[in-house]
């Protein structure tokens, strides 16, 4: 089992930086894939960038050149640093990772508001 805690979300104005954290406790060695996550309230979460343990991040086209994944020396961190952020980015923030056993576990959400 893996915990996932979010921290970082607040308000911000358009043009903004926040930066999201992200504690996984547990089983965290087991972790292949670690991510961030979006919601509006009426529409399906959607994928926001991932990191595995190896391999290349990935990002939606929405955020890329913008958004930075990255993960702490110690992998039990996550972050989202966000830059240039826009009001679309509004959202609730979900960190996720999937263990090997393709098991995937959400944290409880952080809200990103970003005024215009």
């Known amino acids: 089992q893996v915990q996932l805690v979010e921290s970082g979300g607040g308000l911000v104005q358009a043009g903004g930086s926040l930066r999201l954290s992200c504690a996984a406790s547990?089983?965290?060695?087991?972790?292949?894939?670690m991510g961030w996550y979006r919601q509006v309230p009426g529409k399906q979460r959607e994928l926001v960038a991932t990191i595995p343990r190896l391999g290349n991040t990935t990002y939606a086209d929405s955020v890329k050149g913008r958004f930075t994944i990255s993960r702490g020396a110690a992998k039990n961190m996550l972050y989202l640093q966000m830059n240039s952020l826009k009001p679309e980015d509004t959202a609730v923030y979900y960190c996720t990772a999937r263990d090997f056993r393709f098991a995937t576990y959400w944290g409880q959400g952080t809200q990103v508001t970003v005024s215009s």
């Open positions: 547990g089983s965290t060695f087991t972790i292949a894939t």
